[in-house]
């Protein structure tokens, strides 16, 4: 059973996103609303993929990153940023940062699944 | 147009967006007309952060009308946050309505109508308009001026950019302060640290350091910009960071003169622009139509529809009627509740004395009708906030049926679910924490109930298996349902496995009756099944479904049939915020045990009392009961007196039959906790009041019988001090 943490702060796309992963089957979806949620599941949780959104109050997704990345357990874990097409700048920062794909909303659900599965392995 | 059928979720998370987007306009608003130059940054943010929310929900929930105005919205307060755009009582009229276009917009939407973007041309025309104050920012950044770690400036966002630049341009200290926070309260060390900030300094950043400050801790550089010096912000902050460094300044930062509005500057460039948009001084504000227009509508509504809306006007209709309320809220209210109970059981007993005292006549009488009306006013305001916690079992049971079947494709069987009862309601705490073992439960009667679709077909069944989950409320409890047609639980083999795993003797095995053989399926590390299988684990589940069921107070039975299938029966109170209790003493000590585990109270006197290994059992409806005596267990004084009574309790499969010396009486109460240094003392769960300003213990009950089970499994009975 593989696990899989998804940080958004809407719940109406929280609980789209979480829905679609599980529907993937075989994987624990854990859901946090923003990136301070997100820290206390860190240190305690391995991960095998990451989702997150950039814009979030309380930690923005790019802080949420690189603590991500600078983490023992998490250095290597894909990051999937679900994230509007705005702000092409703060997604140039998450890629420096260490994200690993890109997802802008509003999307496909297939392509979401798609990418998942790839990240997944 | 078009009809089609849109999430209530997805509903009533936008009208609260818009609500929000609402609220923080009309501070806007309020800010400007009294003749503020410089708007709340965090209130454009919110401002920004919502429009960029009810995008993202309406894109992926397919209202292109509203995404693509929200688009529009978000760009113009994108703009007006990173300081390329001023906010005016022009672009305020056109925000607000775009707000009433988005309540239109959302109503129809909730009864199915999905109107296309054109409908809103003039205000997305509108919004561009206002948006193309944009120039870029100054040649020379700022950033480049100070001595911040690049690092620390990687994480920054976009608009965490422009707030550093606006502080630097306003000439503030920065400082970053280091705290180490506890990992388990990080939250409320935060949230504390942010109200002593209030007022004195603008947080710009909180980045949590991956290095451990301290063993359990977590490190946080928070990054602010305060007009005060180094000396005051460690007074300031002292006893909530470890240190205050100052960031410096590399070069000198000319001020901007006072009456100018910094944000503006860099639209000098741009001055036709500029002009149309920026509010240069209060009186401005004043002058431009809408805020005149706004004088005559009153402070504190919107300005309505400027017309370019198109469909808006009147009224602007609700699309749901829901509020949502942190739980907490609700708990504190049913806390009062349990309070007022208190106060009207007093005013009862008052009631009872001066009947007695003095006759049941004049104000007796009416105080004792008087106190009636006040019982039946305080049951109805129970119910009300009783009713508003819960919440029907639907979403928990479609996610269910979806895990189901895709378990049953993942191991190749033809799964069918069949919910019944989905609209059973109860305490959404309850709801929330039934989900983990419902999913186990699920997983295994798919798994280990269901047989292959080759080996049905030869046992003459359907090849497709059923599993009928269903709810139905009865009395204060509500009884969930797991039933499949497989091929039920072969004692013999539950048997053959326990005794192999050591987990019960074979002179044991011999006298143990179904129920008991069906009970071996809760014990930690049992499993059947040889071949471990990625979905039922590796046995673990069962003994957690029912360690998760009992903190919920609730009992799971099991019912098997050979070659017809499993039923597990979860019976869960419907809410744990205001319980019925049972108060009985024993040896003059006062208790109330919780009514939610009690199955019944029997009579000790005619009650045949037997021993088997040392230990007292009794016989209730053909089953052997464990009597325990809380005396023993609490070291309390005296003996069992003559006609005491005894409590059957049972938690999941287990049974007990507590000995009480008094039932005294049944009544609602609210436990509450002992604090922190008696929290967690083994058999008790807290204590309550009754009427009489008397406080006792209340028993817990699904702890106690945990214990004695132990015992059963081997322990010795003495070493179990509770």
């Known amino acids: ?121 | 147009m078009s009809k089609v059928s849109v999430s209530p979720e997805f509903i009533a998370e936008a009208q609260e967006i818009v609500d929000a987007l609402n609220r923080d306009l009309i501070a806007v608003d309020q800010e400007t007309r009294d003749g503020n130059q410089d708007v709340d940054p965090d209130r454009i943010n919110n401002l920004f952060r919502s429009a960029h929310s009810l995008k993202g929900i309406s894109g992926m929930f397919g209202l292109e009308a509203v995404s693509s105005l929200s688009h529009d919205m978000e760009n113009l307060l994108d703009g007006m946050r990173l300081g390329k755009v001023s906010m005016d009582a022009k672009v305020l009229d056109v925000l607000f309505s775009c707000v009433d276009r988005f309540g239109v917009l959302i109503d129809e939407a909730a009864h199915g109508i999905v109107s296309d973007p054109s409908g809103s041309e003039t205000l997305h025309k509108q919004l561009e308009e206002a948006a193309t104050g944009t120039s870029d920012e100054e040649k020379v950044d700022l950033l480049d001026t100070i001595d911040l770690d690049k690092d620390i400036l990687s994480v920054f966002t976009e608009y965490e950019e422009h707030r550093l630049r606006e502080n630097i341009k306003r000439n503030k200290n920065l400082f970053t302060l280091r705290a180490s926070l506890d990992l388990a309260t990080f939250d409320e060390a935060l949230a504390a640290l942010d109200e002593i900030l209030q007022g004195k300094a603008e947080v710009i950043s909180k980045l949590p350091s991956a290095d451990e400050v301290e063993p359990g801790n977590l490190g946080f550089d928070i990054i602010v910009g305060s007009p005060l010096n180094e000396d005051e912000m460690e007074k300031l902050t002292k006893g909530h960071v470890l240190l205050v460094v100052p960031i410096g300044c590399t070069h000198e930062v000319i001020p901007p003169p006072p009456d100018v509005p910094t944000a503006n500057t860099a639209n000098t460039a741009n001055t036709a622009n500029t002009e149309s948009v920026a509010p240069q001084s209060g009186q401005d504000t004043g002058e431009s139509p809408a805020a005149t227009d706004g004088k005559d509508g009153g402070k504190q509504e919107p300005p309505k529809s400027g017309g370019g809306g198109g469909g808006g006007g009147g009224e602007r209709p609700r699309a749901v009627q829901t509020v949502r309320v942190d739980i907490r809220r609700l708990d504190r209210l049913m806390n009062l509740v349990g309070e007022l109970t208190l106060t009207k059981m007093s005013v009862q007993g008052i009631s009872e004395r001066l009947k007695q005292d003095f006759g049941f006549t004049g104000l007796a009488v009416d105080l004792h009708k008087e106190s009636r009306i006040f019982e039946r006013r305080l049951a109805e305001l129970q119910a009300g906030i009783m009713e508003v916690r819960m919440v029907p079992l639907d979403n928990l049971f479609e996610r269910m049926v979806r895990i189901g079947r895709h378990i049953g494709r993942d191991l190749g069987k033809v799964v069918r679910i069949e919910v019944s009862g989905a609209h059973t309601e109860l305490d959404k705490l309850i709801v929330e924490d039934l989900a983990d073992p419902l999913m186990h439960l699920i997983r295994n009667a798919v798994d280990h109930g269901l047989e292959m679709p080759e080996q049905r077909l030869a046992e003459g069944k359907p090849e497709e298996g059923t599993i009928k989950l269903s709810a139905m409320a009865q009395g204060n409890h509500v009884i969930v349902a797991i039933a499949d047609d497989g091929n039920g639980i072969n004692t013999e083999r539950v048997l053959e496995r326990a005794i192999n795993r050591n987990l019960v003797s074979e002179e044991r095995a011999e006298e143990m009756s179904k129920r008991d053989i069906y009970n071996l399926l809760f014990t930690p590390g049992f499993s059947t099944v040889e071949q471990v299988t990625e979905y039922s684990g590796r046995g673990v589940g069962m003994d957690v479904v029912k360690t998760n069921i009992a903190e919920l107070s609730g009992i799971i039975d099991v019912d098997s049939a050979i070659g017809k299938g499993t039923t597990f029966t979860v019976t869960l109170p419907i809410t744990l915020a205001i319980i019925p209790a049972l108060v009985v003493s024993i040896s003059g000590q006062v208790y109330a045990l919780p009514l939610n585990n009690v199955l019944e109270t029997i009579s000790l006197v005619d009650i045949v009392i037997k021993t088997i290994e040392g230990r007292e059992v009794i016989s209730v409806r053909g089953t052997t009961v464990p009597l325990v005596d809380l005396r023993e267990i609490f070291y309390l004084e005296g003996t069992r007196p003559e006609g005491a009574f005894c409590v059957v309790a049972g938690v999941g499969e287990n049974r007990m039959a507590l000995v009480v010396d008094e039932l005294i009486g049944q009544q609602d109460i609210v436990i509450k906790s002992l604090g922190r240094r008696l929290r967690n003392i083994p058999g008790i769960a807290g204590a309550t009041e009754l009427g009489d300003q008397k406080t006792i213990l209340v028993i817990d009950m699904v702890g106690l019988l945990t214990e004695l089970t132990k015992l059963d499994d081997g322990g010795d009975r003495t070493k179990v001090a509770v």
Do not use: C, W
């Not at chain 1, 994230?83 to 659900?109: C, M």
């Open chain 1, 1 to 121: 059973m593989r696990k899989v943490l998804v940080v958004e702060d809407s719940p109406a796309m929280r609980e789209l996103i979480g829905s679609l992963v599980d529907e993937l089957g075989d994987i624990q979806v854990t859901e946090a609303e923003n990136g301070l949620d997100a820290l206390h599941l860190l240190p305690n949780e391995n991960f095998d993929l990451i989702l997150t959104d950039i814009n979030m109050p309380n930690l923005n997704g790019l802080e949420l990153i690189a603590f991500i990345r600078k983490n023992q357990n998490h250095s290597e874990t894909p990051i999937l940023v679900v994230t509007t097409e705005a702000a092409v700048a703060d997604r140039d920062k998450a890629s420096a940062l260490g994200a690993t794909a890109y997802l802008i909303k509003p999307f496909e659900h297939s392509e979401l699944i798609e990418k998942v599965k790839r990240l997944l392995g």
